[in-house]
């Protein structure tokens, strides 16, 4: 980011804005026209009609389906639309001046987040070109807000989970694109102040179910009745709240926990899946290798997280939180793994 160059910001602007448009809503053969110009995805987006209908289709499977594309869903604990991180977004949008016409479930939307950015590069070309340092300084410092309380924290997660369940090799293309961009940008930001704090929320000590080790977290074969009950509830909580699990879970990453045990997962809310699973795997003895295939999942996610925080330092602030999440959500699953084989071997005796 050579903020002193015209040119670049404004390469930086369009890309923001298409990207944008893509998360937003389904491609139309213009965008794909314009998608082809770019070299970095050039060779992933296709050019007929039908190839187009296609697209539609996998853009709500992923976005509709699996990939919520809304940071409450990420740093939240309540699994709604429209919380408290919607409303920090919604407040800078105000501050900054940025209306979008564009309906969607909730003002955090990736689309309207990146959105942001690319009204934030233009306001910076308009002062570039206007010679208006103080205009230049705020738009800098803005842009910098947008990447560090929000577009940083969440993305590098949500666009993981667009990897893990997309099809087709366009909206992978995307999703690393994206990323690069957030993160280049990120690093290369001298916004002012140079560096502002995450806010108390993300630093806080954490109130979370897994952070708090509640004195029968992960006791899920220890009781009968009514606690056995109240103890799986609590874990599959743990699983499914990506800020307290350290990532997010989708459907499909359910069904394919379901299909490497044999178990088929019907497509529900993703709370009731887990549940199901569990259910299914206890009834079918099949509990160790739920919680095997759940620690390899978690795993995957911690060393891709890892390669992402050694590539761009800068987001190691952001790592922490998702890193020391996972590992927590290892270790539980590696108690529960414990707990279940020596209950077991009780019921054996």
Same mark, same amino acid.
């Given at each position: 980011m050579e903020h002193g160059d015209g040119d670049l910001s404004a390469a930086r602007q369009s890309l923001y804005a298409l990207l944008a448009r893509l998360y937003l809503r389904p491609p139309d053969l213009a965008v794909l &026209?314009? !998608?082809?110009? /770019?070299?970095?995805i050039a060779d992933t987006a296709p050019e007929t009609t039908d190839a187009l209908e296609h697209l539609q289709v996998e853009y709500e499977a992923i976005f509709g389906r699996n990939a919520y594309p809304y940071e409450s869903l990420y740093v939240d604990h309540d699994l709604m639309l429209n919380t408290a991180a919607a409303q920090r977004f919604a407040q800078l949008c105000h501050q900054c001046g940025f209306v979008e016409e564009t309906t969607v479930g909730?003002?955090?939307?990736?689309?309207?987040?990146?959105?942001?950015? &690319?009204? !934030?590069?233009? /306001?910076?070309?308009?002062a570039l070109r206007e010679q208006n340092p103080a205009l230049l300084r705020w738009s800098r410092?803005?842009?910098?807000?947008?990447?560090?309380?929000?577009?940083?924290?969440?993305?590098?997660?949500?666009?993981?989970?667009?990897?893990?369940?997309a099809d087709h090799p366009l909206y992978c293309t995307i999703a690393r694109v994206t990323l690069e961009l957030i993160l280049d940008d990120l690093e290369q930001s001298d916004g002012l102040p140079p560096w502002i704090p995450l806010s108390e929320h993300r630093v806080a000590s954490d109130l979370?179910?897994?952070?708090g080790?509640?004195?029968?977290?992960?006791?899920l074969f220890a009781h009968a009745g009514d606690d056995n009950e109240r103890d799986l509830n609590q874990i599959v909580r743990s699983l499914i709240i990506p800020d307290v699990a350290g990532m997010f879970i989708s459907r499909r990453d359910i069904g394919a926990l379901g299909c490497r045990l044999g178990i088929k997962a019907p497509l529900r809310e993703r709370m009731q899946m887990m549940r199901d699973l569990f259910d299914a795997a206890a009834r079918f003895?099949?509990?160790?290798?739920?919680?095997?295939?759940?620690?390899?999942?978690?795993?995957?996610?911690?060393?891709?997280l890892a390669v992402v925080t050694?590539?761009?330092?800068?987001?190691?602030?952001?790592a922490r939180h998702w890193l020391s999440r996972l590992e927590r959500s290892r270790a539980m699953i590696r108690e529960l793994r414990t707990q279940f084989l020596a209950y077991h071997a009780q019921e054996i005796e």
């Open positions: &026209a314009t !998608l082809r110009s /770019i070299p970095d909730a003002p955090d939307h990736l689309g309207r987040q990146l959105g942001l950015m &690319a009204h !934030l590069l233009a /306001i910076e070309i308009r410092a803005q842009q910098h807000r947008c990447l560090v309380e929000h577009l940083a924290h969440w993305t590098p997660v949500f666009l993981g989970v667009v990897e893990r369940v979370s179910p897994t952070a080790r509640d004195e029968d977290d992960g006791a003895e099949r509990i160790p290798a739920l919680l095997d295939h759940l620690d390899e999942l978690f795993a995957a996610e911690f060393w891709r050694e590539r761009y330092p800068v987001w190691t602030a952001h």
